[in-house]
């Protein structure tokens, strides 16, 4: 697989990492996050050879560079829609740890 296959494969699956936080789709958002990270483990694990195999035609740097253009947009809508989230999730989280820490100090028993 050559890293241009590599980076149309990221973009592929960044475009559906969008749709599915678009959905809210968190379950199926971190598998495909999990596919991303084995995606970017194998093209870093590649780069030196593919460097040295493959020399990219000026066509191929600039699909290379729109691809890497989109999975960014792609990245930018994932985050708007995971970090309200993500805020929600840490007061949800907090809240719970100072009641715990209230009761704890007060003697207080309970759940």
Do not use: C
């Not at 969008?18 to 990270?37: C, G, I, K, P, S």
């Not at 093209?43 to 699909?63: K, N, T, Y």
């Amino acid at each position: 697989m050559t890293s241009l296959d590599l980076f149309e494969s990221m973009h592929r699956l960044s475009a559906q990492m969008a749709d599915l936080a678009e959905a809210n789709d968190w379950d199926r958002l971190a598998a495909a996050e999990r596919e991303m990270a084995a995606l970017r483990n194998e093209l870093a694990r590649q780069e030196p050879m593919l460097r040295q195999a493959e020399a990219l035609s000026d066509g191929e740097l600039a699909r290379k560079a729109q691809l890497i253009t989109a999975m960014l947009a792609n990245d930018r809508t994932v985050r708007q829609h995971v970090e309200p989230w993500l805020q929600s999730t840490r007061k949800l989280l907090s809240g719970a740890a100072r009641g715990r820490a209230v009761r704890a100090a007060y003697g207080a028993h309970g759940p």
